[in-house]
């Protein structure tokens, strides 16, 4: 399975800004996807995830009420749809992709993309 971000870019604080995730293979729809983010100096930390289905999403709290995590399974894409931006919102955004269908907060990514950067200036 490979991912490809794409999306990232330079907005305002209160600004808004969608990030896909494409992803190739026959089993999309069969992983749970996930989006993550790595600030400078800090460690990657979860964003949101989503069911292989679609039908459930998970959240951080710091993306709860902003943030919004969908999927088009025809397409073999994720988006990150992010609103009303803050400057701590700044960092590498990266998918990545679970064996099954199903999210817990113990399962393992089993691939990852390169990240897109996404810079929120104040």
């Known amino acids: 399975v490979q991912l490809v971000e794409s999306g990232g870019g330079l907005v305002q604080a209160g600004g808004s800004l969608r990030v896909s995730c494409a992803a190739s293979?026959?089993?999309?729809?069969?992983?749970?996807m996930a989006w993550f983010r790595q600030a400078p100096g800090k460690e990657r930390e979860f964003v949101a995830a989503?069911?292989?289905?679609?039908?459930?999403?998970f959240y951080a709290e710091s993306g709860k009420g902003r943030f919004t995590i969908s999927r088009d399974n025809g397409k073999n894409t994720v988006y990150l749809q992010m609103n009303s931006l803050k400057s701590e919102d700044t960092a590498v955004y990266y998918c990545a992709a679970a064996r099954g269908s199903g999210y817990s907060p113990a399962i393992t990514w089993d691939y990852w993309g390169q990240g897109t950067q996404v810079t929120v200036s104040s």
């Open positions: 293979g026959r089993t999309f729809s069969s992983r749970a």
């Open positions: 989503i069911t292989g289905s679609g039908i459930s999403t």
